[in-house]
């Protein structure tokens, strides 16, 4: 069974950053990209960043270009999100996705409040 299970989000100020962490399960996650999307409150999801398999970050929102960072640790199935200089407008559920065979796979997803 594919498992996504996100974690590293909470309540940070404005500037400050977090790491999230998306730990995959029940497939061989090394073969596959993964994307980190986040749904804010009232508005549509967005997908973030996309890391494919061979570690290829080319993809990144514009509004986050230059403060976030995707990577990946093949070996413990993982997946991160790193967030630096965070806006109020960061504030969103995070979570990451991935299609395997056909089948889109996401996460329960972990919050992140961006507020002083």
């Known amino acids: 069974e594919v498992q996504l299970v996100e974690s590293g989000g909470g309540l940070v100020q404005p500037g400050g950053s977090l790491r999230l962490a998306c730990a995959a399960s029940?497939?061989?996650?090394?073969?596959?990209?993964f994307n980190w999307v986040r749904q804010g409150p009232g508005k549509l999801p967005e997908r973030v960043a996309t890391?494919?398999?061979?570690?290829?970050?080319?993809y990144f929102a514009d509004s986050v270009k230059g403060r976030f960072t995707i990577s990946r640790d093949n070996t413990k199935n993982t997946v991160y999100l790193q967030m630096n200089s965070l806006k109020s407008e960061d504030t969103a559920l995070y979570y990451c996705e991935t299609t395997v065979n056909g089948v889109t796979h996401r996460g329960q997803g972990t919050q992140v409040t961006v507020s002083s």
């Open positions: 890391i494919d398999r061979t570690g290829w970050t080319g």
């Open positions: 029940g497939f061989t996650c090394s073969i596959y990209f």
